[in-house]
């Protein structure tokens, strides 16, 4: 079918008309939306005001619409309102899993499982590693027999990548996707892991290639809008967000978001320290795992926090000697490491004073102790863009992050009041802010 040809009104009402909702009839309905046209504004539009068009469907058909849509909340009141069975278990599972309440969804695919619906068991496993069992997602995986499949692949990376093990994640989903070209799932996570770590040219293109699928990943049309924003541009970054706006007019990320790209033409940056800075993190956002350690400095390394090559850089020898149990020989293996990299402890005092970064002495809020300003970023909950700024700074801890300005953090490329905002609120709830302007 030609996508001009293919009206909208005709996908609902052939959804309207299938016997029963199944996993092969909703395949089916996202096939058919995939060929109209402008597919998100006109879908929002019909299910959203609920005319006369769509007023028909039953409570699991109209459930299964806003699914597609991320309105989670309403999807759930319509599956709840539906006959119960196994497919209305796994779609409230989908929603669950979308509003990141892991226990909830986990029970739902529970259910669906028990009921019969084995489609439910890789997305019961992944519930599981993202409420952060992974010893239990792992066992799962091995009962479910699913070696060989796109899903097992993918499930193998997903659980590579929660364990902090990158490059296996990526050859995982990689292999995923060779055995199911754009599978859904392993398309969106190799895109944010590339988005992550700087391949901005292959993250874009993955996440192009994950919302063109429905269900959408919202994040996936917020992270691609942060990239094309990126790269100047602008106008295309701006009709992702309203694609996630029009589905869901109270998103409040997309719309702090929509105002940030609105408002970008008037950022300014220095293209010159950008350059810098982003060439001094290729090899300072090496991690220390890379590297052949004994298991003593390995240890001392881990418990001081220090996770990256920018991490030693920012120690001094005096500061790694004066660590408990790391003595010369340790010293002298990092020495070794830093000099085959060009680097040396305490270099980036000089390189910050450099690039204009310098850092201010620690100093904590009263009432916060060192173990809470020692808490790993790679622990808290940012969104890609913030997370991308703290890698840049080097920040490894949330104690690192407070001893940064506003006016330190505004100056930087593309960085605005949104990712500032949720800075602040990540810092206020370990009882912490920005240090104050000088």
């Known amino acids: 079918m030609e996508q001009e040809t293919v009206n909208i009104i005709d996908v609902i009402e052939a959804w309207n008309q299938a016997d029963s909702v199944t996993l092969d009839s909703f395949r089916q309905f996202v096939a058919n939306l995939g060929e109209v046209h402008d597919v998100t504004d006109k879908f929002a539009t019909h299910v959203g005001s ?43 599972g989908l929603c669950y899993q979308g509003q990141r309440d892991f226990a909830a969804a986990a029970d739902a695919f529970d259910k669906a499982l028990v009921k019969g619906l084995v489609e439910a068991a890789p997305r019961q496993i992944e519930t599981l590693a993202f409420s952060g069992d992974l010893a239990g997602a792992a066992k799962a995986l091995k009962v479910a027999k699913l070696d060989g499949t796109a899903d097992g692949a993918y499930l193998d990376g997903l659980l590579a990548e929660l364990d902090r093990d990158v490059d296996k994640a990526v050859a995982c989903y990689d292999a995923a996707r060779e055995i199911q070209p754009s599978h859904p799932e392993a398309t969106f996570r190799l895109a944010y892991n590339l988005d992550l770590y700087g391949d901005d040219e292959e993250a874009i293109s993955l996440y192009y290639e994950s919302v063109e699928q429905r269900p959408v990943y919202s994040e ?40 940030d790209v609105e408002s970008s033409d008037d950022m300014y940056y220095d293209e010159d320290q950008a350059r810098r800075v982003a060439k001094r993190n290729a090899v300072l956002d090496i991690p220390v795992t890379d590297f ?45 490491i830093l000099s085959a990299k060009g680097l040396r402890l305490g270099q980036a005092l000089e390189e910050d004073s450099e690039l204009g970064l310098s850092p201010a002495p620690m100093t904590l809020p009263e009432g916060v102790d060192e173990g809470i300003a020692a808490t790993p970023i790679s622990q808290i909950e940012f969104s890609v863009r913030a997370r991308r700024v703290l890698e840049q700074l080097n920040c490894a801890t949330i104690g690192e992050l407070a001893q940064k300005s506003e006016a330190e953090l505004m100056s930087m490329k593309n960085f605005g009041q949104t990712s500032l905002n949720e800075m602040r609120d990540r810092l206020a709830d370990y009882g912490m802010k920005f240090r104050d302007s000088v």
Request: glycine share 4%; aromatic share 6%.
């Open 50 to 92: 609920m005319d006369d068009d769509v007023k028909g469907l039953d409570a699991m058909k109209l459930g299964v619409c806003e699914l597609i849509l991320c309105r989670y909340a309403k999807a759930i009141e319509s599956f709840k309102a539906s006959t119960d069975n196994k497919e209305r278990q796994y779609f409230l």
């Open 292 to 336: 052949e350690l004994s298991v003593r400095a390995r240890n001392c390394l881990r418990k001081m926090n220090i996770l990256s090559l920018g991490d030693l850089v920012r120690t001094t020898e005096a500061e790694l000697l004066g660590y408990k149990n790391f003595g010369e020989t340790s010293l002298k293996e990092i020495k070794e």
């Open 220 to 259: 996936a049309l917020l992270n691609l809008a942060i990239l094309l924003e990126d790269a100047g541009q602008n106008e295309d970054a701006l009709h992702l967000l309203t694609q996630v706006l029009t589905a869901n007019p109270n998103h409040v990320r997309a719309k702090l978001y929509f105002r």
